[in-house]
């Protein structure tokens, strides 16, 4: 947490870990707006099993930040209740798939309590959910929820890749009206990286915007969360190679940027979409569908998906075998850059 | 009004009146929130709710019904069972930290308190002592399966010890002692001692739904040992029997009930059909671009 302290002093702080930014901009969204609440299991005392809420409740004390009893569909139709009431809940589910409990309440509740009341009763919670694989975790510690919330109607689903996004898309997500489910990659909570939190709010890329992280003109590789850090691996081995890959940020899962996809990959004709949830019914098909319809004239192969296997998540063990990785990458983009029309 | 076409489904709360009606009088609407289930007619009557709005939920015209639950201080009419619980317990958690006083009452039956959302609600509540009081109206059956299938030990009042919070069973046909049992557990979450569990033995005296066909699971000698103790019949026999009201006031208050009945009936009748467009709105607060598009679609597909 020296990072962050020396950001808050005003020394520019040139590298932190994504686990530190998210604590600033938590920090800074309590301190703005007395509504905003945090609270999960064990997020107030520990500060956190990632760290993420590490002296929060020693400076708001324990009514803005508190710890939940083990049980998360209450922190979900307790943030629901909160949210009645005009506060702007910021709970927290340890682990991905400890969601599970709570699955009735983000659907039945958090998701459509706007529409429900015609808009009387908004939803301003930002539900940050610690996400992905990657951390030799057990069984539930390590899933990937993306495809299944951002099916519901009602939820903006995000995924940060890097520290700053990290920042300004939990300051974002806080701020909006809606209710965001905040997918933390736990696998990049402890990668140090350029930070800046003075940027200031007008520059952030508007909500449902992807950014390109690196350009390229033969492929575009479109990704989320840790899985953008691989692609970019795998574009730097490609350089080697001469070919030049555009790394895709998608950063927003609902709503997704149709408009960004359409722009990229109709420049370089050639998309692979990574991702660490399972293959089948993945939002790596959602991402294929938009570009055939957006680009298939200038297509030059189909679209291909990187993904995990239709498999529950494996034991730490297994991990690798099941994760996608820079070398499954690289033969799909060889894939599309070789492919010929039959 | 569903036989007559007008309403799609009901859940009617024929039977409950005194339930209903004697503790939703007992909020103080400038700063208590009652949060109901899909059958609270009686407590939407009881807190002035908008009627029309209320009853264009079992039209079909909006799930949530056309009212506005927060100047309501009556929440969104929810169909899931044991929705709302732990939101009453959220909202309370808020009224105690803003300090303002208020008390969130969430209404619940029999088959709802078999829900772990239920247990985890009053669990919850206990620890923090949180202002909620937790209304059960037992009214003896979850669609077909009957109370004593659903509630180990007989009781949901009886949990309340465990979580070390009041517990009272009341007679839910008896409209005083709802009233006076809401009102004393509305004072001691106000003062800070904590949540109550009411639960109002009462009977629901009609089917679960316009849908249901209550001959099959249970007898009509059972049904007719119960409207023997009608909460409407039986409050008004005790209030002609305590001379506070006479038959003059008893005719005034049928007429009253007609006009009012008539008045409703006219609102829904007047809402018409809905724009469609409100397919698409306040899905969001602000409709996203992919939103938009399927709107403007859907507005080329009316066209053709």
Redesign the interface.
Known sequence: MTESKSTVSGTPATHVRMQGALNLALKHALAEDDRT?VFGEDVAKLGGVFRVTDGLQETFGI?RVFDS?L?E??I????????????RPIPEIQFDGFAYPAM??IV??MAR??????????MPITLRLPSFGGIRAPEFHGESLESVLAHV??L?VVSPSSPNEAYQLLRQSIA???PVVFMEPKARYWNKAEFDPHVPVSDYLPI?RSRAVRSGKHVTLIAWGAMVAKCLRAAELAEEDGVEIEVLDLRWL???D??GLEESVSRTKRAVVVHEAPFSGGLGGEVSSIITERCFDSLRAPVQRVAGYDVPYPSGALEDQYLPSVNRILRAVQRVLEYRRG | MQREGLILAYSPLRGQEAAQIGSGIALDLARDFAFPTYRELGVAVAMGVDLVGYLASYLGIWHGGLYDPMASRFGSINAVVSGSVLHAVGWAKGAQLSGDGGVAVTYFGDGASSEGEVHEAMNLAGIDKLPVVFFCQNNGWAISLAAERQIAGGTVAGRAAAYGIEGVQIDGNDVIAVLHATRQALARARAGDGPTVIEAMTYRAGPHSTSDDPGRYRSLDDEQKWLSRDPIASFAERLRAEGIADEQFFLAASAEAARAADAVRAGLAALGDRPGEELFDFVFANPTATLQEQKHAWQESTHD
């Open positions: 609440l009514d009893q049980a569909a209450s979900i139709g307790m943030a629901v209740g909160l949210a009645l009431h005009g506060y009735n309440q039945t509740q309590m706007n529409y429900r009341t015609r808009g009387a009763a908004p109607p009602g903006k909006d009206p809606d449902g609902k709503p997704i149709v408009a």
